[in-house]
């Protein structure tokens, strides 16, 4: 499980969206864009559940979660590229910016807020919440974008 969790975090993700990752390796890349959106509903209303029951590690890690599944899904439809670590999601974020405006940056910035928040411990409520509000106008829009495209 170490190797596990070790593997997760240089691809840039959580254990279980790594999981997903190695699932859905080798599926149709419409597929896998698809999976990816569905993957990244579950993980916000997980990190909603989380918040409220008070257990703001794990909620963070979810908006991370949600936020690199999403970059990853936008990357396979508009490039065809597959992203494979925390930087070519850093740096692919730069064209999700540029496609939908500046906004993406502070929800970017929060998303990686909560990822340091998932191994430090030191944000709040308040934090997750306002994190979770901006994650989520980012994965509507890119879903938005997939849903015209196809």
Request: contains cysteine; hydrophobic residues 35%; proline residues 1%.
């Amino acid at each position: 499980m170490e190797k596990l969790g070790h593997e997760a975090r240089k691809s840039g993700l959580g254990v279980e969206e790594y999981i997903l990752e190695l699932i859905l390796e080798n599926i149709d890349p419409e597929e896998r864009v698809q999976e990816y959106i569905e993957a990244v509903k579950d993980l916000l209303e997980q990190s909603r559940e989380e918040i409220d029951k008070g257990n703001i590690r794990q909620a963070a890690e979810k908006i991370w979660g949600a936020t690199a599944l999403a970059i990853k899904a936008y990357a396979e439809l508009v490039e065809d590229k597959k992203l494979t670590s925390h930087r070519e999601l850093w740096e692919f974020k730069n064209r999700v910016e540029k496609d939908f405006g500046e906004w993406v940056y502070d929800a970017w910035m929060s998303a990686n807020g909560m990822h340091t928040c998932f191994y430090e411990g030191w944000c709040g409520k308040e934090d997750a919440e306002k994190a979770l509000k901006k994650v989520s106008r980012l994965v509507d829009e890119i879903g938005r974008r997939i849903l015209q495209r196809r």
